[in-house]
């Protein structure tokens, strides 16, 4: 197989990389904050990102120049189509990165993460009210990636403009994805199981609720009953995910794996945030607990990822 043809079939996918090492990022500079840790690894991490998303970029755009008609068919694809607001978020997450370095970078940062996130997603949710190719078996936790993008917004957005922008992007991030797990739920329990290849997605479920929490304290200053209802249930999500551990372990590798990175590192961020506001040393246990494993979880999805790359067995056509 050539480099042309493995360019064709470079995935749209290949930017949860890039979220999953900015989550990564984001959770270290947090834990050396808030634990006060003797070594600093946010600034390389940091310069990795950045190093990865410059070249999954330069790829992705060779695609769309050189393979226009792949590229299209990705865009109308029912379930590929939800992974472009990947790139809306790895700005508003570097956004929030950025924001104890570089106080301009991370303002730009977030207006570029905040208007792409408003295009993908009346892009997609129009896409879904005008259907004519849904069907239930394409809904997967991947579909909460157009929706917790607006949750993500008022995290930076609180510094820079009026709350009420803030508190616009939450709602809407808030209300869909209550009505979209609803539906995910329902398809889950009553429809066919999903596919192995989507199987990590869901990974997904606990982390709206965990970067909601850390936006609702944002915008309200304090922690009331309604944020620990949202930081509990991701904690209650994540327990019930990680039970289910055999079926994770069975699977083969697939580059939906990464869908293990990001909420990992949404609780983790959550947790020591919770440890931070409430003083409670379990939490602050809890949170080095899982910043070791998502490290652990990083590492080895690289490991696997650059072996799959040697052999092959990614970036070749599939159904």
């Given at each position: 197989m050539d480099f042309s043809e493995r360019l064709n079939n470079f995935p749209i996918s290949f930017f949860a990389i890039i979220l999953g090492m900015s989550g990564?990022?984001?959770?270290?500079?947090?834990?050396?904050k808030i634990l006060k840790l003797s070594f600093e690894a946010s600034g390389y991490l940091l310069w990795v990102t950045g190093v990865l998303f410059g070249i999954v970029s330069i790829m992705y755009l060779l695609k769309i120049f050189l393979f226009t008609d792949t590229f299209k068919k990705e865009l109308n694809h029912p379930v590929r189509i939800n992974f472009f607001p990947l790139i809306a978020k790895i700005f508003l997450v570097n956004a929030v990165i950025f924001m104890s370095i570089n106080k301009t970078a991370s303002l730009y940062l977030w207006i570029a993460g905040t208007a792409l996130q408003l295009f993908f997603s009346l892009w997609i949710m129009s896409s879904w009210i005008n259907h004519s190719k849904y069907e239930i078996h394409h809904l997967n936790p991947a579909w909460f990636i157009p929706i917790v993008g607006f949750v993500i917004v008022p995290i930076a957005g609180v510094e820079f403009f009026d709350k009420e922008i803030s508190w616009f992007f939450f709602s809407i991030g808030i209300f869909f994805w209550i009505v979209l797990f609803s539906i995910i739920f329902y398809r889950v329990i009553f429809h066919n199981t999903i596919p192995d290849k989507l199987i990590p997605t869901f990974f997904i479920l606990f982390a709206p609720p965990a970067i909601a929490f850390i936006s609702y304290?944002?915008?309200?200053?304090?922690?009331?009953?309604?944020a620990k209802t949202l930081y509990y249930f991701s904690l209650f999500l994540f327990i019930l995910v990680m039970i289910q551990y055999k079926k994770f372990a069975k699977l083969h590798f697939y580059l939906s794996w990464w869908a293990y990175s990001f909420p990992l590192a949404a609780i983790t961020i959550?947790?020591?945030?919770?440890?931070?506001?409430?003083?409670?040393?379990?939490?602050?246990?809890?949170?080095?607990?899982?910043?070791?494993?998502?490290?652990?979880?990083?590492?080895?999805?690289?490991?696997?990822?650059?072996?799959?790359?040697?052999?092959?067995m990614i970036c070749v056509e599939e159904d």
């Open positions: 990564f990022t984001l959770a270290f500079q947090r834990a050396e304290v944002k915008l309200t200053g304090n922690i009331d009953p309604f959550a947790t020591l945030f919770m440890f931070r506001l409430t003083e409670r040393a379990f939490f602050g246990y809890l949170g080095v607990a899982m910043l070791v494993m998502l490290s652990i979880i990083i590492m080895y999805l690289f490991i696997r990822t650059y072996s799959a790359i040697s052999s092959k």
